[in-house]
């Protein structure tokens, strides 16, 4: 199975930072890479498909970029309601894994 | 707007079987897979498997694979996920939630059910 970790596990950071979170691939997945926001109780909501389009409704504060094995969420100017976990998943082979995740909180 | 649907919290005991369901449109078992995925307590999120509805075409996860079982009534629009005998470990909220079957894009999973909380204990 493909595995993904990201980077970092945990951040603190402030509202109207810029802030960018990792996602590694173990083997390359082209673009088959999408990313997930999720708040406490929630389930998670789709914010960018195919590495770097964004899905309709999410702000485009929101950026994704990469391809092959490296990937990267960039979120641009952090508002309140951010503040949550990010999760990358892989697309490209049974089974579609998700990272680890990493945990955006207010410093 | 769109919905899947899933069934009530379940509180069961070691040994008991269960089944929890997803609901959804016509259009939404029509056009797309759905997956389930698993998110132990303070942790993070773990995909299951897939089903295609029209066909009932399965992939699973290794990691689960021979302990639960993914299902569908197409003519109900829903899907299940059933267990014959659980364990304290299958603690988790449960989600389904539904992937484009066009190939013109990786697209993620996009629309989400509301979770289903399953408890397993003595």
């Known amino acids: 199975a493909i595995q993904l970790t990201q980077s970092p596990s945990s951040l603190s950071t402030s509202v109207g930072d810029r802030v960018t979170i990792t996602c590694r691939a173990s083997?390359?997945?082209?673009?088959?890479l999408v990313w997930y926001q999720q708040k406490p109780g929630k389930p998670p909501k789709l914010l960018i498909y195919d590495a770097s389009r964004l899905q309709s409704g999410a702000p485009s504060r929101f950026r994704g970029s990469g391809s092959g094995t490296d990937f990267t969420l960039t979120i641009n100017g952090l508002q309140p309601e951010d503040f949550a976990d990010y999760y990358c998943q892989q697309l490209e082979t049974y089974p579609f894994t998700f990272g680890p995740g990493t945990r955006v909180d207010i410093k | 707007e769109v919905q899947l649907v899933q069934s009530a919290a379940e509180l069961k005991k070691p040994g008991e079987s269960l089944t929890i369901s997803c609901n959804g449109s016509?259009?939404?078992?029509?056009?797309?897979?759905i997956s389930w995925v698993r998110q132990m307590p303070g942790k993070g999120l773990e995909w299951m498997g897939r089903?295609?509805?029209?066909?009932?075409?399965?992939n699973y996860s290794p990691s689960i694979q021979g302990h639960v079982t993914i299902s569908a009534d197409k003519s109900i629009n829903t899907v299940y996920l059933q267990w014959s005998s659980l364990k304290a470990s299958d603690t988790a909220v449960y989600y389904c939630a539904r992937r484009s079957r066009s190939d013109y894009y990786y697209y993620g999973l996009d629309v989400w059910g509301q979770g289903t909380t399953v408890t397993v204990s003595s």
């Open positions: 083997q390359a997945i082209s673009s088959a």
């Open positions: 089903i295609d509805p029209t066909d009932s075409y399965i």
């Open positions: 016509e259009n939404t078992f029509s056009n797309y897979w």
